[in-house]
């Protein structure tokens, strides 16, 4: 089975930045789509970012656009979000996501879309 572990997260003040990491295994992490998600209290869970080993596309949220970079190294089969210039409004359980390699960017918004998913990682951002 594939498993994914998210790692990172902590608190931080406004203004502060955390990388969040997403370690993969039980298969060749090159093939999947990955999807970094974030679930505030109360709120239904929400993409932030994705990127889709079919087209090679990654998609940034607007609301976290040049505020966060996903990058991937196939080598460590990680995922890793850099998430700059946090706000209190970030403060979330964030979740790491595979999927098949045939997802495109467009449907990778849909948490169902998703086979894996990692425990989450709490990120808290104090005023």
């Known amino acids: 089975d594939v498993q994914l572990q998210a790692s990172g997260g902590g608190l931080v003040r406004a203004g502060g930045s955390l990388t969040l990491s997403c370690v993969t295994s039980g298969r060749a992490h090159d093939e999947d789509a990955i999807g970094w998600f974030h679930q505030a209290p109360g709120k239904e869970r929400e993409r932030v970012s994705c990127?889709?080993?079919?087209?090679?596309?990654?998609y940034y949220e607007d609301s976290v656009k040049g505020q966060f970079t996903i990058s991937r190294d196939n080598v460590k089969n990680t995922i890793n979000l850099q998430m700059n210039s946090l706000e209190p409004e970030d403060t979330a359980v964030y979740y790491c996501a595979s999927g098949p390699a045939s997802l495109i960017v467009s449907s990778m918004s849909t948490p169902s879309r998703y086979d894996y998913w990692g425990r989450g990682t709490l990120v808290t951002v104090s005023s």
């Open positions: 990127f889709s080993s079919s087209s090679g596309e990654v």
